[in-house]
Structures are given as structure tokens and as C-alpha cells.
């Protein structure tokens, strides 16, 4: 069956508590318990007993040309050790190159080399964690440079080539569309739905670029809008599996129920999706 479920953060931590009877599952930042002590992965442990958790890591940066750093690596398999969670994902970006730490998933070149280097790094991860993880797609503000194919067959070619299933982040494919003047609906056909299995959904707000204009920055600050509710009911209506759609924020945090009021309305988009097939 579809789950619906929210993003452990410490400043929610006891709103989450107080109503895991309204959350179907926990999403857990890897990269917050890499150098965690035993005793704090155990309280992540205790958490999993009472909820089902899923890990998701943001510093990895598998889609480079560079090898992804085998520490990194190790940390990532220290915590799904202990933590068993039912899957763990990464995202389509690079983070750092020749040295330099970017301090932000950036998208890389979608070319034929980047997809080369994101292969050979899966393979790393799938020896070294146990498991390959859940590949994201991710927001940009520019066109990465070096490009010979757009988004939508970028992320299929990046599936293929790995054999990963999609964590399909449907604020960053509302936000590129948006940004770069394509039709999301249409990138959601042309998308692998069939190896959905997770989906990402978040807010955002508009910003002014230099020369004028307005971009949509993908920051977990907002609420999830209207058109993002309606994709997920779309892609409820074309993905044949289950799926596990967790609500992200990551500041400006309301009161719990209202992030739990979003996760009803994700329910309700994925109920009428999946009306949709059963009609």
C-alpha cells in the first residue's frame, strides 16, 4: 500500500513522536549520524522499532566523473548497519571536484561521461553499504554546462545504467520545469515510473535573478504547492507500484499539524491517482 511520511529533524522530533499514528514512516538524514557515537545510533535504532525508516544521504555525490570517497561510503554503511532501514538514497548531483567542496548538490553535466563515473560509483556503493541506493533528481538554477540530453531522459538513461530504483523529488521537477520553460506533465511520461518507489515532495519560493527575472528555489521552507499534489496524483495514476512519499522541511518550521495536514493531502492526491487506474 501507498505510505505517507515525514522527515526526521530535531525541531520536529517531538511533534513526530506524538503522532506516529498519523505517520507512516520516517525519512532520516544519513549524513547527520556519520560520526555519531554508539549510543546516539542507538536511539536512531530505537527509532526504526517504532516506525518504519528510510535513510537518505546528501553528501556522497554519486553522479561525478571523480570515484565517490570510500570514507563516505563507510559512514553510510556504519549507519544502515545499525539501523536496517527499508532502503536509502542519494541524489543525481555532484558536490565536490578537484578538491573543492561545493557545499551544495549541484547537477551535473548530462552527458555520457557523468553517467560512466554515477555507474562506477553505484557499484562502489552496492559492495560497500550492502545495497545500491534510490537515485534523486534534483533542482537546478542553471542549465548544467556540457549537457547533450535534457532532464527527463537524463534521469531514465541514469536509471538505466545503474539498475537503481527512482526517489522522483517532484517539487525539483516542478521547479526545473518552471524555471527552464518545460511541461512537467510531460517529463513524467517521458520519466521510468516504473522504478518508482519513492517520491519527495517540499516547498519552495520565488527569488530575483540578475537580470530581472524570477526563479523558483527548491529550499524546504514552504509548503508543498497545489501543482505539486496534482503531479503526485498523476504519477499515483501511472506508477504500478506502491510508493512512499515523504514531506520534506528543513526550516521556517510550522506547527505539527500542519505539516501533518500536507501529509493528508498527499494522501488524498495518491487516492485519486490510484482511482483513476482502478476506473
Same mark, same amino acid.
Given at each position: 500500500m501507498d505510505r505517507v511520511g515525514l522527515g526526521w529533524r530535531p &525541531? @520536529? /522530533?517531538?511533534? +513526530?513522536? /506524538?503522532?506516529? $499514528?498519523? +505517520? !507512516? %514512516?520516517?525519512?532520516?538524514? /544519513?549524513?547527520?549520524?556519520f560520526g555519531a557515537s554508539r549510543r546516539a545510533l542507538r536511539a536512531l535504532r530505537t527509532l526504526a522499532a517504532q516506525a518504519p525508516v528510510v535513510i537518505h544521504g546528501v553528501s556522497l555525490g554519486l553522479a561525478s566523473a571523480a570515484p565517490v570517497e570510500p570514507r563516505r561510503l563507510d559512514a553510510m554503511a556504519r549507519v544502515v548497519g545499525v539501523v536496517q532501514p527499508e532502503a536509502w538514497s542519494e541524489h543525481l548531483a555532484f558536490v565536490r571536484g578537484g578538491g573543492v567542496e561545493i557545499g551544495h548538490l549541484a547537477a551535473p553535466p548530462r552527458a555520457a561521461a557523468t553517467l560512466d563515473g554515477l555507474a562506477s560509483n553505484i557499484a562502489r556503493a552496492r559492495a560497500i553499504v550492502g545495497a545500491a541506493p534510490a537515485l534523486e533528481n534534483v533542482a537546478t538554477l542553471i542549465e548544467p554546462p556540457g549537457s547533450d540530453r535534457d532532464e527527463p531522459r537524463w534521469i531514465a538513461d541514469a536509471i538505466a545504467a545503474t539498475g537503481c530504483e527512482l526517489l522522483l523529488d517532484l517539487h525539483n521537477l516542478y521547479a526545473n520545469a518552471v524555471n527552464f520553460g518545460f511541461d512537467a506533465a510531460g517529463a513524467l511520461a517521458r520519466l521510468p515510473l516504473h522504478r518508482v518507489r519513492l517520491v519527495h515532495l517540499a516547498g519552495g519560493q520565488w527569488i530575483a535573478a540578475r537580470n530581472g527575472s524570477r526563479? @523558483?528555489? $527548491? !529550499? #524546504?521552507? #514552504?509548503?508543498? *504547492? $497545489? *501543482? %505539486?499534489? $496534482?503531479?503526485?496524483? &498523476?504519477? /499515483?495514476r501511472r506508477a504500478p507500484r506502491p510508493l512512499t512519499v515523504i514531506v520534506e522541511r528543513d526550516g521556517d518550521y510550522p506547527v505539527i499539524d500542519r505539516l501533518l495536514g500536507e501529509l493528508d493531502r498527499a494522501r488524498a492526491a495518491l487516492a485519486r491517482g490510484r482511482a483513476k487506474v482502478a476506473a
Open positions: &525541531e @520536529l /522530533a517531538g511533534g +513526530i513522536l /506524538a503522532n506516529l $499514528d498519523r +505517520i !507512516d %514512516v520516517v525519512e532520516v538524514i /544519513a549524513d547527520d549520524w526563479r @523558483l528555489l $527548491d !529550499d #524546504h521552507r #514552504h509548503d508543498v *504547492p $497545489d *501543482p %505539486v499534489f $496534482d503531479m503526485l496524483a &498523476e504519477v /499515483a
